[in-house]
């Protein structure tokens, strides 16, 4: 009984690290596609799309090190939240702004 309740622990904590990951690396690739289609559309100059990808690789960074230990604690998932909503304005700003790549 020991045994089974420490595996379904277990199980439970790993599952929770892998949403959250999960939830991470989908905002991660909703942020690219975007960054992309303003590439495509010429939303975004080619500076400004190399800007926000260096932004994106800070990002995928700040996640791999949190993840390096194989958890993610509430204070890793904060930093990337943040890191992530900030990455996301830049990405509202630059395409929404005058310069185009046309």
């Given at each position: 009984?020991?045994?089974?309740i420490?595996l379904?622990v277990?199980?439970?904590?790993?599952?929770?690290?892998?949403?959250a990951?999960a939830?991470t690396?989908?905002?991660?690739?909703n942020?690219e596609k975007?960054?992309?289609q303003?590439?495509?559309?010429g939303?975004?100059?080619?500076?400004?799309a190399?800007?926000?990808?260096?932004?994106q690789?800070?990002?995928?960074?700040a996640?791999?090190?949190?993840?390096a230990?194989?958890?993610?604690t509430?204070?890793?998932?904060?930093?990337l939240n943040?890191?992530?909503?900030?990455?996301?304005?830049?990405i509202?700003k630059k395409k929404?702004?005058?310069?185009?790549?046309g």
């Open positions: 009984m020991k045994h089974f420490a379904f277990a199980a439970s904590f790993l599952s929770s690290v892998a949403f990951q939830v690396e989908q905002r991660e690739e942020q975007r960054i992309e303003g590439i495509e559309s939303q975004l100059t080619e500076k400004e190399a800007n926000l990808e260096k932004g690789e800070k990002v995928d960074k996640q791999d090190k949190a993840m230990d194989g958890k993610m509430a204070k890793e998932k904060r930093r943040k890191m992530q909503n900030k990455q996301s304005r830049k509202y929404h702004n005058k310069r185009t790549n």
